[in-house]
């Protein structure tokens, strides 16, 4: 199975901040990473797929980035409603698996 | 609007089983992938099972092969999930999502990867005697 692990496991951030959230693949998984957002007591949210691609409707302050197996998620300008854990998923093989989340709290 | 919802969990003992459903509306279904994704409490997210459109095709993950069967029916536009032999450990939040897997070609090479979007509100599920 591919190992997916993130880091920071936690960060402290203040709104306005830029924040990176990387993620690293036990092997190559070319871009075929994902990212989401979830918040307390609510389903995930897909942010990006293919490692750079933004979904629909989120907000163009998250970019990602990476191939192989570096990936990094970005925001560029915190807002009150990102503070949330975030999760990277890798889509190369099966079992699909997920790293075990950032979690974004307000400095 | 895309909508999926679950239903039919609760809290069963260990040994027993539990059949969740998964409705969904605002999409041409029988068009997608759909999967499940669970989420232990407190803890991050592990990927369950995916079926592909057609209903022939379909993928779990390791711990839950022989005991758990993913299903659907394309006329009702619902995803299933019969879990048989549960113990403790498969005590979690379900989600069914779309599966937006797809084919992605660059110079003749093709890739189909799975990603999610979007999630239904979730399902809990307590194995506990």
């Known amino acids: 199975d591919i190992q997916m692990t993130q880091s920071p496991s936690s960060v402290s951030a203040s709104v306005g901040d830029r924040v990176t959230i990387t993620c690293r693949a036990s092997q190559d998984i070319s871009r075929w990473l994902a990212w989401y957002q979830q918040k307390p007591g609510k389903a995930p949210r897909l942010l990006i797929y293919a490692a750079s691609s933004l979904q629909s409707g989120v907000p163009s302050r998250f970019s990602g980035s990476g191939s192989g197996t570096d990936f990094t998620l970005t925001i560029s300008s915190l807002q009150p409603e990102d503070f949330a854990t975030y999760y990277c998923q890798q889509a190369y093989s099966f079992p699909i698996t997920f790293g075990l989340g950032t979690r974004l709290d307000i400095k | 609007d895309v909508r999926l919802v679950e239903s039919g969990g609760g809290l069963v003992q260990p040994g027993g089983s539990l059949r969740l459903s998964c409705a969904a509306s605002g999409f041409s279904f029988s068009d997608y992938w759909m999967t499940w994704v669970r989420q232990a409490p407190g803890k991050g997210l592990e990927w369950v099972a995916n079926?592909?459109?057609?209903?022939?095709?379909?993928h779990l993950v390791d711990s839950v092969k022989g005991r758990f069967t993913i299903s659907r029916d394309n006329a009702n536009n619902a995803v299933f999930l019969q879990m048989n032999s549960l113990t403790v450990e498969d005590t979690a939040v379900y989600y069914c999502a779309r599966d937006l897997r797809a084919n992605y070609c660059t110079d003749g090479v093709c890739f189909l990867p799975s990603w999610f979007d979007p999630w239904g509100q979730g399902i809990l599920v307590v194995v506990s005697s």
């Open positions: 079926i592909k459109d057609d209903g022939i095709e379909k």
